[in-house]
């Protein structure tokens, strides 16, 4: 079994920047790819960016060049830097892991609220 636990929402005004942090701890080992995962009430979990354990990234066309996955694979963490926040980026954001480079994931973090006004 792999735990996650993020860090780092909140509030912040539109055009502002958040970073979002996420440690994992458990079967490491077993994990390829980390990312994140957004849900808006009511919508279904979108993909927001993945790293794979060789460094291949993966963003969502609606993040490309405002948002940036990093990965420390010594400390077993992955972040999420965000800038030129939209209120339209406002969601639950899960860190994820993957014992595959691609595919849905295999463990889930427990959210973490990022909410963006106008």
């Known amino acids: 079994q792999v735990q996650l636990v993020e860090s780092g929402g909140g509030l912040v005004q539109a055009g502002g920047s958040l970073r979002l942090s996420c440690a994992a701890s458990?079967?490491?080992?077993?994990?390829?790819?980390m990312g994140w995962y957004r849900q808006v009430a009511g919508k279904q979990r979108e993909l927001v960016a993945t790293?794979?354990?060789?460094?291949?990234?993966n963003y969502a066309n609606s993040v490309k060049g405002r948002f940036t996955i990093s990965r420390d694979n010594a400390k077993n963490t992955v972040h999420l830097q965000m800038n030129s926040l939209k209120p339209e980026d406002t969601a639950v954001y899960y860190c994820t892991a993957n014992r595959f480079p691609l595919g849905f994931p295999n463990y889930w973090g427990q959210g973490t609220q990022v909410t963006v006004s106008s």
């Open positions: 790293t794979t354990r060789g460094g291949t990234t």
């Open positions: 458990g079967s490491i080992s077993s994990i390829n790819a």
